[in-house]
């Protein structure tokens, strides 16, 4: 055996593992990540995504009149809203798929000004999570709506800090009875 040939066994040997190792590990097929982008318009959650969704969940702030419609209906999904919880719940007990690439995923009918759509989860058919997106979470007029938690809760009177004034306007309330 010349030494050409043994470079040969040698490329012809490094080639089979190397193609052994692309099988065994995945590598050569490897899926891409799975996202979705999803975005609150007008009473729609709006989806592109990368991969068939098997179902999603999210919880809606603000009132609620009804929840349907849009690609999850018309895939065939049980659409739940709990109306306490604010949650909302979409899948298919047969298995079935929102495979479409892009639309309407499933629309909702506001009773108030303000909806906002937070704690978001989205299957694969593997049951694993995407990775979301949303490009807006909110509709309607927002500005109505009071901020219960506030970066500086003890600042009463708004002016940026805690003083011997915000203790005076909690003061002047205390004892108060509720209604």
Same mark, same amino acid.
């Given at each position: $055996? ?5 470079? /040969?066994?040698? *490329? ?25 982008t ?20 999210? /919880?809606v ?16 999904? $049980?659409? *739940? ?11 298919? $007990? ?6 479409a ?6 629309? %909702? ?25 949303? %490009? ?6 927002c ?9 500086c ?14 203790? %005076?306007? $909690? ?9």
């Open positions: $055996m010349n030494i050409s040939q043994i470079h /040969v066994l040698r *490329l012809g040997f490094l080639s089979f593992v190397v193609l052994f190792l692309s099988l065994v590990t995945g590598s050569v097929c490897a899926q891409p990540t799975a996202s979705v999803l975005d609150y318009q007008d009473g729609e959650v709006l989806f592109t995504a990368n991969q068939p969704i098997a179902g999603f969940q999210f /919880v702030t603000g009132d609620i009149v009804e929840v349907c419609c849009g690609a999850a209906e018309e895939a065939g999904f $049980m659409i *739940l809203y709990e109306e306490t919880t604010g949650v909302v719940l979409c899948f298919s $007990m047969e298995g079935q798929t929102v495979s690439p892009s639309g309407v995923l499933i629309q %909702l009918a506001p009773a108030d000004a303000c909806v906002s759509i937070d704690l978001t989860v989205v299957s694969t058919t593997a049951g694993e999570a995407f990775d979301v997106t949303w %490009l807006s979470t909110s509709g309607g007029d500005d109505e709506v009071v901020d219960c938690i506030s970066d809760p003890g600042d009463l009177n708004n002016d940026g800090a805690i003083t011997t004034s915000d203790v %005076l306007l $909690m003061l002047a309330v205390f004892g108060t009875l509720c209604e």
